[in-house]
């Protein structure tokens, strides 16, 4: 998934109506504000209530449905094999918002703080805090990229990380 990749699909998001912010790899690298690595995938939270809108303008580009884990979070994949990996939100009236999970008494929350502004390829981009990022890494053995995004939010803003 390149830059012009997920730069494409937010404009196609933007026209059909939806909000959304940008997560995992792409999202740390949108807080950068420069590509840190090669990205597999795009992670998109949105809006539930605009599920159907969404999955119409990605459809609509080709995409089609290869899994389904809802309502913790769905993939539509390009004839090519690109991924966009989708985190539906529910949000309440104060700016937060939770996400299902698969232990339904624990769902992942996300404080009004959480939703921010970074860059990717010098266009502004809705994405998820580097606080929340970090948040979301933890409690699991992480993966090599996940050690790199890490260092690279601890080296640009100074943050303590849990690995």
């Not at 979070?73 to 539906?88: K, N, Q, S």
């Not at 580097?130 to 979301?136: K, N, S």
Request: with cysteine; charged share 25%.
């Amino acid at each position: 998934m390149t830059a012009d990749d997920v730069l494409t699909v937010l404009a196609l998001l933007r026209e059909a109506e939806t909000d959304i912010w940008v997560g995992g790899g792409w999202g740390i690298d949108a807080l950068l504000g420069k590509q840190t690595r090669d990205h597999r995938d795009l992670d998109l939270m949105h809006r539930q209530e605009q599920e159907p809108k969404v999955v119409a303008a990605l459809t609509a580009a080709g995409f089609t449905e290869t899994v389904n884990w809802r309502p913790v979070r769905f993939v539509l994949t390009a004839p090519d094999g690109r991924e966009i990996d989708l985190h539906p939100l529910v949000f309440a009236e104060d700016g937060s918002a939770v996400q299902a999970s698969l232990e339904p008494s624990r769902p992942f929350v996300y404080p009004a703080s959480a939703f921010v502004t970074g860059r990717i390829a010098g266009t502004p981009v809705p994405c998820l805090s580097a606080e929340q990022q970090v948040h979301f890494h933890q409690g699991y053995e992480p993966t090599d990229r996940d050690r790199h995004d890490m260092a690279e939010l601890r080296h640009a803003f100074g943050i303590t990380t849990h690995f």
